[in-house]
């Protein structure tokens, strides 16, 4: 059974960083395609970052363009998301996930993502 687990967010006041972790389990990931999505309360989930993992590219929403970023350690899993210059419209529960065996691009549409984490929730107060 895959399992991803976040970790990292927290409670912060605008301006501040943060870091998320995604670790995996059942299996290691170190192939797939991964993303971070969010969602704050009453909203659909939203793409904020992925990566490619047999091409390296990075994607970004508009949003968090230049202010996100992802990337990953040398064995490829964990994946991080650097948040720096938060803003309380970034309030929402992250979400780790990846893609399945043999899905290389990244895709902004959640629903093309097999694996979730369950969430884990930062807060920017303003």
């Known amino acids: 059974q895959v399992q991803l687990v976040e970790s990292g967010g927290g409670l912060v006041q605008a301006g501040a960083s943060l870091r998320l972790s995604c670790a995996a389990s059942?299996?290691?990931?170190?192939?797939?395609?991964m993303g971070w999505f969010r969602q704050a309360p009453g909203k659909e989930r939203e793409f904020v970052a992925g990566i490619n993992r047999s091409t390296g590219s990075t994607y970004y929403a508009d949003t968090v363009k230049g202010r996100f970023t992802i990337h990953r350690d040398n064995a490829k899993i964990p994946v991080y998301l650097q948040m720096n210059r938060l803003k309380h419209k970034d309030t929402a529960v992250y979400y780790c996930?990846?893609?399945?065996?043999?899905?290389?691009?990244?895709?902004?549409?959640?629903?093309?993502?097999?694996?979730w984490g369950q969430g884990n929730q930062v807060t920017v107060s303003s």
């Open positions: 059942g299996r290691t990931f170190s192939g797939y395609t």
């Open positions: 996930a990846a893609r399945g065996p043999g899905e290389y691009g990244v895709a902004y549409d959640p629903d093309r993502y097999r694996y």
